[in-house]
């Protein structure tokens, strides 16, 4: 079998789901039940009718693609800060220990209080902004909102699929943990070998993710079965996945998918990534979902602690 070889989309397998009646309140019952089926199967969907306006998703991935096509040391200016905010170069990151470093760079930004800086925790201090781009803080934070309203929308969904109340895993998350990136991969020279990736095989860490691909593709995702297939772009969608936290809190009920990137396009591709996540002092506990008597697979643990744990696993700058 040839590197990184997968087979055409399974749309059985990554259902196109349009969340329009969970989003107006028309038929949120309907829309729970699609987002269950997904999650106890493969656990990645692609989304329709996300709300998402097109025109912020352009003007945020033209000032990405600026900010990476800059010189180094412009970009060093911003370089990743001891809270996970700013520009994380090309060997940053690795998602196995066995694995090479991801052929990726990413700009890091989260949830910002104009009012103040909210530094209370290890993965959470003051974003960083380029000043050679200055157009990239405003479209950042507007897209942060956006994408942050369509992850706490979907989570109302996942909480009606397990008959429990809408807010329930969102009822912290009036400061969440969240983290929203660019992501850009180069194209992959073949001389590189076959065993490095854009993002290795891995699985996310938090809630959940919401990923807006560019028109390349390169995204392939692992079934059940242990073989890969490609997930690229379809228009009009966002692709959402279950990740480790919340298959964590529903005690595996939720699937939590590998997946990973591999770009030998001959373009470059960038992503627009926000990571959900919950306040820090969240308590995910699978208890809270089954009841006292549930003999739940882990041990109840806070979101902030998690992602503490699985940071320090992931990114070489915490080392």
């Known amino acids: 079998m040839s590197y990184a070889s997968a087979r055409e989309i399974d749309l059985d397998k990554v259902p196109v789901i349009d969340i329009t009646p969970l989003r107006d309140g028309s038929n949120p019952k309907r829309v729970a039940k699609q987002l269950f089926k997904a999650s106890t199967g493969l656990g990645f969907i692609y989304v329709k009718g996300h709300g998402i306006p097109e ?29 996970h905010r700013g520009w994380l170069g090309y060997g940053g990151a690795k998602m196995k220990d066995d694995a090479k470093p991801d052929l990726k760079e990413s700009f890091i930004w989260g949830f910002e209080d104009r009012l103040q800086n909210i530094e209370d925790h290890p993965v959470r201090g003051p974003n960083q902004w380029p000043s050679f781009l200055p157009s990239l803080q405003d479209n950042a934070l507007s897209y942060f909102h956006e994408a942050d309203i369509l992850a706490k929308t979907l989570l109302k969904g996942f909480a009606l699929g397990l008959d429990l109340k809408e807010n329930f895993f969102i009822k912290n998350s009036s400061q969440p943990l969240s983290r929203a990136s660019l992501v850009y991969y180069p194209d992959q020279p073949k001389k590189l070998g076959k065993d490095q990736f854009g993002v290795s095989a891995h699985t996310d860490f938090g809630v959940l993710t919401v990923l807006c691909q560019d028109s390349v593709g390169g995204l392939q995702i692992q079934d059940l079965e242990g073989g890969w297939f490609h997930a690229p772009p379809i228009e009009g969608t966002i692709i959402v996945n279950v990740a480790d936290l919340l298959s964590r809190w529903t005690d595996g009920l939720y699937k939590s998918t590998p997946h990973r990137v591999i770009n030998q396009s001959g373009k470059e591709r960038m992503s627009i990534v926000l990571a959900f996540d919950p306040n820090p002092e969240t308590l995910i506990d699978p208890k809270d979902i089954f009841g006292d008597s549930h003999k739940s697979k882990s041990e109840p643990i806070t979101c902030g602690d998690y992602l503490v744990w699985r940071f320090g696993k992931a990114f070489s700058y915490r080392k």
């Open 55 to 83: 025109k912020k998703i352009t003007s945020l991935r033209n000032d990405g693609l600026n900010f990476f096509r800059a010189d180094k040391e412009k970009k060093k200016e911003i370089s990743v800060s001891s809270k």
